[in-house]
């Protein structure tokens, strides 16, 4: 069972056309539906850019990767992208266990972050 319930915040910079979901708490198999529900209502409110700060998490099970690589396959067939910012330890951990690191945007800062969502064109 979930020590303490997940909490997710919701931005968006609307200059930059990026929504910014701020969980805090666990994302296991009692919490992955509330940050699973707020992507999907934020891809379908057309937001295809979205940065999930997770800096307020502390552990993730497989449900919780579970819900990035599904955001990242959906955005992606929209033109978007799904980037993580400010992985704590024991998350990027995690990450760097399952080579998640490799196949997910992850930045350790937002301007990082919004960077990533304008990648740099390869010269001649």
């Known amino acids: 069972m979930a020590d303490a319930p997940l909490l997710v915040w919701f931005d968006l910079l609307e200059e ?3 929504v910014v979901l701020t969980a805090k708490g666990p994302v ?5 539906d ?8 934020s891809i379908a409110d057309g937001h295809y850019r979205i940065v999930v700060d997770l ?11 579970g819900v990035f690589i599904a955001a990242r396959n959906r ?3 929209k033109g978007g992208s799904i980037v993580l910012l400010n992985l704590s330890k ?6 760097r266990a399952l080579s ?10 937002m ?14």
């Not at 502390?58 to 990767?65: D, M, P, R, V, W």
């Not at 998640?100 to 800062?109: I, Q, T």
């Open 55 to 65: 800096s307020g998490v502390n552990y993730i099970s497989s449900a919780g990767l």
């Open 16 to 18: 930059l056309g990026i």
């Open 34 to 41: 509330l940050l699973q529900k707020r992507i999907n209502q």
């Open 100 to 109: 998640m690191d490799e196949y997910m945007n992850v930045a350790a800062s």
């Open 90 to 95: 024991p998350v990027r951990e995690i990450f």
């Open 75 to 77: 955005v992606i067939e």
């Open 111 to 124: 301007q990082d972050a919004i960077q990533a969502f304008h990648p740099k064109k390869k010269t001649g």
């Open 28 to 32: 296991d198999g009692y919490t992955y």
